[in-house]
Nanobody, 123 residues
Framework: QTQLVESGGGLVQPGGSLRLSCTNS????????MGWYRQAPGKQRELVASIDRDGITNYADFAKGRFTISRDNAKKILTLQMNSLEIEDTADYYCNAHDIYFTDSGRKTHDYWGQGTQVTVSS
């Protein structure tokens, strides 16, 4: 199974919290780097946070101090805890698995994406 399935989006007031989850029934959690991206209307998709299998994380500046990414490889769950949400956080949030592999042609990459979950921050 190469499908990533997100859940947890919704409507929240400014200052509130949401917890997004991403699961996969196949082997995508063997991929080293997984992360969350978001895309607001009229804007490009951007990285929110990523995490590798060893738990090393990387956050976009806007996410630092407010969002926490975590990963349970055994349970095949990727989560994004979002606190102190702002109106500007309104977007569709996507789970990603970034695969790197090697063939006779050299290094290759492939991105797996979920279908997205909508987060709306509004009063």
């Amino acid at each position: 199974q190469t499908q990533l399935v997100e859940s947890g989006g919704g409507l929240v007031q400014p200052g509130g919290s949401l917890r997004l989850s991403c699961t996969n029934s196949g082997s995508l959690f063997n991929i080293n780097t997984m992360g969350w991206y978001r895309q607001a209307p009229g804007k490009q998709r951007e990285l929110v946070a990523s995490i590798d299998r060893d738990g090393i994380t990387n956050y976009a500046d806007f996410a630092k101090g407010r969002f926490t990414i975590s990963r349970d490889n055994a349970k095949k769950i990727l989560t994004l805890q979002m606190n102190s949400l702002e109106i500007e956080d309104t977007a569709d949030y996507y789970c990603n698995a970034h695969d790197i592999y090697f063939t006779d042609s050299g290094r290759k990459t492939h991105d797996y994406w979920g279908q997205g979950t909508q987060v709306t921050v509004s009063s």
